[in-house]
Structures are given as C-alpha cells and as structure tokens.
C-alpha cells in the first residue's frame, strides 16, 4: 500500500496574486513533478515549488480556503 501525503504550496505563482499548488504522492518530489506536469510548466517555471511544502499524511483531515484577490 501506498504512503500518500498532501503536498500544500501556498504563495506560489505570482500573478497580480498569490496562486497556491498542491499534490498527493509519496515523496515531495514526485509532488513537484506532478504538478509540474499538470500545469505543462518547464522546472525553470517552477521555482517557487523549491520552497518547502506544507505535508499532511493522507490519514490526516485538513480543510483549506483561500479568499480571491484583485
């Protein structure tokens, strides 16, 4: 059986705001290279995903909100 966990990046992607990435996987690295390919980025995009992710066992139970900005 898998150890999935939750990957959280929170202000990543900046825009005219903060944009927030996450994954489920087993190892931050994989996350990042999920998400990578999800958003059809090249690594050289995704440096802001080099910042060190909040990590949840999948078992955990966790809510998230973010408020729009403009």
């Given amino acids: ?14 825009d005219y705001t903060p944009g927030m990435a996450f994954a489920l996987a087993e190892t931050e690295a994989e996350a990042r290279k999920l998400i990578i390919d999800q958003m059809n980025i090249d690594e050289s995009s995704a440096g802001d995903l080099t910042k060190e992710p909040e990590v949840y066992e999948v078992t955990d139970r966790v809510g998230f909100g973010i408020w729009g900005g403009g």
């Fill in 1 to 14: 059986m898998s150890n999935l966990k939750l990957f959280v990046w929170h202000e990543v992607f900046y």
